[in-house]
């Protein structure tokens, strides 16, 4: 059974735009939210993280946004940059448990 | 200081076989998770480990296990190999210290023929 959800698996951004993934959770035991990112025969690193007691939260060009009501999260990319084409998985934690559920992936082409 | 690394970093075996993969903890960090990533697909927790015990499991079958070394490294075993064992087995470490960040290896990709 899938508990996170991501959209879309996809993405073509043209250099400076704005890239937008987006991720869904029915488990409401989940208290921590992180992004990874992963290039081609690499294992996934962290990006960035947020804790539902938080709407956004923002380091450097990337940005979390979560709606606690919804169960929903996303996470955009502001001035996409080429070197930013890599897969991107959300992923959803609960307890401190470090049991990390994934998402789908969603893969990030940045085109100049 | 080195990162987490796994060994060796691809594989071949065929049905039936079975597989060790090996897996070196971050530095100081003394709990290791694996995970099996399939093709086009995200992570899946398969257990941890944490001060030579498996703490927690993940939905797959015992033909999975390991083991923790007082070192804090790891092996994962996996028997009766299948043709849908074939993925990327992620290592991650982590500390219970601090807070939830994993840092992943670079992975084992394995082929079972």
């Known amino acids: 059974q899938q508990q996170v959800k991501q959209s879309p698996q996809s993405l073509i951004v043209q250099k400076g735009g704005i890239s937008i993934i987006n991720c869904a959770y029915e488990?409401?035991?989940?208290?921590?939210f992180p992004w990874y990112q992963q290039f081609p025969g690499k294992g996934p690193a962290l990006l960035i993280a947020i804790r539902p007691d938080v709407s956004e939260k923002k380091e450097g060009r990337f940005t979390i946004s979560f709606n606690k009501s919804a169960k929903q999260f996303s996470l955009h990319i502001m001035d996409s940059q080429p070197g930013d084409s890599a897969t991107y998985f959300c992923?959803?934690?609960?307890?401190?448990?470090?049991?990390?559920?994934f998402g789908t992936g969603t893969k990030l082409q940045v085109i100049p | 200081d080195a990162g987490v690394t796994q060994s060796p970093t691809h594989l071949i075996k065929t049905r039936g076989q079975q597989v060790t993969l090996r897996c070196s903890p971050k530095s100081g960090h003394d709990t290791v998770s694996w995970y099996q990533q399939a093709l086009g697909q995200g992570p899946q927790f398969i257990f941890q480990?944490?001060?030579?015990?498996?703490?927690q499991r993940g939905n797959f079958p015992d033909r999975f296990s390991g083991h923790q070394f007082p070192n804090y490294s790891s092996e994962l075993n996996v028997n009766a190999l299948l043709l849908g064992d074939s993925a990327l087995y992620l290592c991650?470490?982590?500390?219970?210290?601090?807070?939830?960040?994993?840092?992943f290896g670079p992975g084992t990709r394995l082929l079972v023929l």
């Open positions: 480990y944490y001060e030579e015990e498996e703490r």
């Open positions: 488990n409401t035991a989940f208290d921590y």
């Open positions: 991650a470490s982590s500390s219970q210290g601090a807070g939830e960040t994993q840092y």
């Open positions: 992923a959803a934690d609960s307890g401190g448990y470090q049991k990390v559920t």
